[in-house]
């Protein structure tokens, strides 16, 4: 059988801080872990057939590779970018529940996936994204997802246009500081789960002060930890909740510098 290039949703992910987890779990509960992302990331029952998905594993490194022209895709549409980023949502937060956190990209080009096999443009370009703009525990989209989004039915559900769809897809990404849009895991989680927001946001609450334990100077690490208890902080503000916000004594690389004009 020849082989060719398919166009395909690409999700690259890598789980931060994975080093570290080796050392404090077993080999079963990291397995189980890797298995959690999956099955977070597994079409729900009565959508499975719907979809032709390729996953790779290969130690802390997660690809996913959702085929858009796929013939089930094309007979009827389910809404293929919004699944792939509400199931990524999701699959952070058990990520989070798991002592894990998740830095990736979503991007849309060709590959090739086949036994085991996966190579291609947007397999490169993923890459490109997570390793280098990525930067934070944060999944980034790539914004010619957006344009293919606006242009291909197959990435709407059948009947919706792009004005139809579009607010569904805004709704589960933020935008950062930088410009970039993210999957907004934990607002995601809070609508969907609004009852057990709490303890999602307590246990991610632990997650960051246990990394900023680890991070008491200014580098890499502690930008990532900075930008993460940020995040954490707008949706408990938003929530209401102040008391699973994240404390500046909790993070031992932040300075306050007290005083001068404008200080509050």
């Known amino acids: 059988m020849t082989a060719s290039y398919k166009e395909v949703l690409l999700t690259y992910a890598d789980l931060l801080g994975f080093r570290a987890n080796l050392r404090l779990k077993n080999a079963e509960e990291v397995r189980e872990a890797l298995n959690a992302f999956r099955e977070g990331t597994t079409p729900e029952e009565g959508f499975a057939d719907r979809y ?3 996953y790779f594993n290969f ?8 085929h858009v022209h796929s013939d089930a895709n094309k007979s009827y549409a389910v809404g293929l970018l919004f699944h792939e980023l509400s199931d990524l949502a999701f699959a952070q937060a058990i990520m989070v529940g798991l002592g894990f956190l998740v830095r990736g990209a979503v991007t849309i080009g060709k590959v090739y996936s086949e036994s085991n096999m996966i190579f291609g443009d947007a397999l490169v370009r ?8 990525a930067v934070y525990p ?12 606006e242009q ?12 139809t769809e579009r607010p569904y897809i805004r709704n589960l990404l933020a935008k950062g500081d930088d410009g970039i849009y993210f999957v907004d895991y934990l607002r995601c989680w809070g609508r969907e789960d609004s009852d057990n927001l709490y303890s999602l946001l307590d246990t991610h609450a632990s997650l960051i002060r246990r990394f900023a334990s680890e991070a008491t100077v200014l580098d890499a690490k502690s930008a990532k930890v900075n930008w993460l208890a940020n995040y954490h902080n707008e949706v408990a503000r938003e929530w209401g909740d102040n008391d699973l916000m994240i404390k500046a004594q909790d993070l031992p ?3 306050d510098l007290p005083g001068g004009e404008g200080s509050t």
């Open 138 to 149: 944060r999944i980034i989209i790539d914004p010619e997802v957006l344009r293919v989004f």
């Open 253 to 255: 690389m932040t300075f």
């Open 59 to 66: 130690s802390d490194l997660i690809v996913r590779a959702t």
């Open 152 to 163: 291909t039915t197959c990435l709407k559900k059948d009947g919706h246009d792009h004005e």
């Open 126 to 133: 993923a890459y490109e994204l997570e390793s280098s703009l």
């Open 52 to 54: 032709e998905v390729s």
